[in-house]
């Protein structure tokens, strides 16, 4: 007989089975809603951003950036998602940024809102509100690093926001939104698991599966340190073009905004149609936007993720890259 029919015994064992049992499922569904929004490649993924680029740092720059690292370690008291003290000091820099994010109030700072079938290439600023976004906190980060009168200590908080912000800059999930929190609002099945609902708060969901679910399984259980090598050879031959375009924030937000559309919400089945520009801050707002998406039952199958997974491995090697000639630039000496 089930602890539900078994009302009339209050003090049962079973009574304070199920009380043990209820409390461990809020326990769960707090640790969900909690978790790290817009966690963008999540952990494996920012860290093989990171490693890829430790991998083609120039010697200045790599002694610059593990000086500061080394002089300036985390707080050992802040709660790191990811786990803490990784040994490798840029992989472990790479996700201090959505640890700190809550505590420093810069949550927009890992995003730009572009509306969904925006097709005049204007200047981004429009789209960067006054809390700031991912261009404007890289540029002004990077001016920090840069600044040999700025205390080390900031510099070093630069290092760790550049590393992960230009991870986050090329998640295309993170350069654009449909009145729906950048995907957060798109409920969705994927694979085999259908989407649950927890105060207006849907998993899985669009951005969420781009942030850690497509990456990580087509990693197929390789560490960061393996992937990161895994994806120097495949882009092996697209390494020096890359780097010969040089170094252009807008374009690599546009590249970011223009694979979201064409490899995040057009594969979509059935299709999400292009919402009005409005401003949302839950998935309740836009009339309910994400219970209405719930009912149409949006699918991310075998298909999708095929598709998905060499952009998201392309992303994920261009912001390595990027980030080292970011990096290798700032620790340039100033020009006498």
Same mark, same amino acid.
């Given at each position: ?12 064992? !079973? ?28 952990? $494996? ?16 720059? $790599? ?11 985390? =707080? ?5 998602? !990811? ?7 840029? &992989? ?5 940024? =959505? ?58 908080? &630069? ?15 993170? &350069? ?132 998905? +997974? ?6 994920? +090697? ?16 100033? +020009?006498?």
């Amino acid at each position: 007989m089930s602890c539900l029919v078994r009302i009339s015994k209050a003090k049962s064992k !079973c009574s304070r089975n199920t009380t043990r049992s209820v409390a461990a499922m809020l326990v769960l569904t707090a640790l969900l809603l909690l978790a790290p929004a817009g966690h963008a490649w999540g952990c $494996k993924g920012h860290q093989t951003v990171a490693l890829i680029a430790e991998s083609q740092l120039t010697p200045e720059a $790599k002694q610059l950036l593990v000086g500061l690292l080394t002089e300036n370690p985390v =707080d050992p008291n802040l709660k790191r998602y !990811c786990g803490n003290a990784l040994t490798d000091l840029f &992989a472990d820099a790479s996700t201090w940024p =959505d640890d700190a994010r809550y505590e420093r109030n810069n949550g927009s700072w890992h995003y730009i809102d572009i509306p969904r079938g925006e097709r005049d290439r204007k200047s981004l600023d429009q789209y960067c509100g006054d809390q700031g976004c991912v261009t404007r906190a890289i540029t002004e980060q990077i001016a920090i690093l840069k600044d040999q009168a700025a205390s080390r200590v900031k510099r070093t908080e &630069a290092v760790r926001y550049i590393i992960h912000l230009v991870g986050d800059l090329h998640q295309p999930l993170h &350069a654009i939104t449909n009145a729906d929190e950048g995907g957060n609002c798109v409920p969705l099945k994927y694979l085999r698991r259908n989407p649950q609902e927890h105060s207006y708060h849907y998993l899985p969901n669009l951005h969420a599966i781009w942030d850690s679910a497509i990456l990580e399984r087509d990693m197929e259980g390789a560490d960061p340190a393996e992937f990161a090598n895994h994806l120097e050879e495949v882009f092996g031959a697209k390494l020096e073009s890359w780097q010969s375009a040089g170094i252009d924030l807008a374009d690599w937000v546009w590249e970011s905004f223009d694979d979201a559309e064409k490899f995040g919400y057009e594969p979509l089945v059935p299709a999400v149609a292009v919402e009005p520009n409005i401003p949302v801050h839950s998935c309740a707002d836009d009339d309910h936007i994400g219970a209405r998406l719930l009912s149409q039952h949006i699918t991310a199958g075998e298909a999708y993720q095929q598709q998905a +997974a060499p952009l998201a491995e392309q992303r994920v +090697a261009q912001a390595g890259i990027r980030l080292a000639m970011i990096l290798n630039e700032a620790a340039k000496p100033p +020009a006498k």
